[in-house]
């Protein structure tokens, strides 16, 4: 269904809004004046659908006009910054958004060869990815193992590696990383959710975090912050691999 499409890339419509106009408060404006537009066609036509390929196109026909009307505030710092604004839609969407160059395409209006001299520009500038080290919060060590190897080919590193929720104190006030990868259960039988929770308030940083679990309604219930970052088991590694790029990147454009 399209309202549950649209709830699952919200913080990815959020961030690519950010990026494209600039300025974080006309950005969410602008979300939620396309989800109230679209909830109203929903309402008014049950048959009315998009793919999430049309959801971003209507979302870029719905802010470039404003993007493009008055020079952006770039409420962002590092690697973002520095692109130009066809280079951070290319970037994000391709990346983040998990599209294939021809669908980036399509929502851009340009062709395959347009993006892809967009991302090599970027890219070539060492823009992307945005390295960080990452933190992985998991009961198993195999599917720790896998993870590993996901975030690394994902263009990061391993930080370090916990199993139970007195270890992944541990190892996290001994290391620096820039984003938490969290099963729900830890090995103790504790939630990954109050780990992570004890970590954020040790180190005093505003770190992203990708939940990994099979009941993600439980993420939601145990946290009172916005929606994070959930993949769903078992998981896809394309998932892994976007999702992990899309919660580096917003820490930049937050």
Request: aromatic share 6%.
């Amino acid at each position: 269904m399209l309202s549950d499409l649209i709830t699952s890339e919200l913080t990815m419509l959020r961030l690519y809004a950010h990026s494209v106009i600039g300025d974080h408060e006309v950005g969410d404006e602008m979300v939620c004046d396309l989800v109230q537009a679209l909830t109203h066609q929903m309402t008014t036509d049950p048959d009315f659908s998009l793919s999430k390929v049309g959801l971003y196109i209507a979302l870029d026909r719905h802010i470039l006009p404003k993007a493009e009307a008055k020079p952006a505030k770039l409420q962002f710092s590092g690697p973002l910054q520095k692109m130009s604004r066809e280079e951070r839609r290319a970037s994000l969407l391709h990346f983040s958004g998990g599209f294939s160059l021809e669908e980036t395409a399509s929502i851009m209006g340009c062709d395959g060869r347009t993006v892809y001299s967009l991302i090599e520009s970027a890219t070539a500038a060492s823009l992307l990815p945005v390295r960080t080290g990452v933190l992985i919060l998991e009961d198993e060590p195999h599917v720790a193992a896998l993870l590993g190897l996901l975030v690394e080919q994902s263009g990061h590193w391993v930080a370090g590696t916990a199993h139970t929720h007195s270890e992944a104190v541990n190892v996290a006030m001994q290391t620096e990383f820039g984003l938490i990868i969290s099963d729900m259960k830890l090995a103790d039988g504790s939630l990954g959710t109050r780990a992570v929770e004890e970590i954020l308030l040790r180190k005093k940083q505003a770190i992203p975090v990708v939940y990994i679990t099979a009941h993600p309604a439980l993420v939601q219930e145990a946290i009172s912050d916005e929606a994070p970052f959930l993949i769903r088991k078992p998981f896809d590694i394309w998932n892994v691999r976007n999702a992990v790029n899309r919660a580096a990147l917003s820490a930049l454009a937050a």
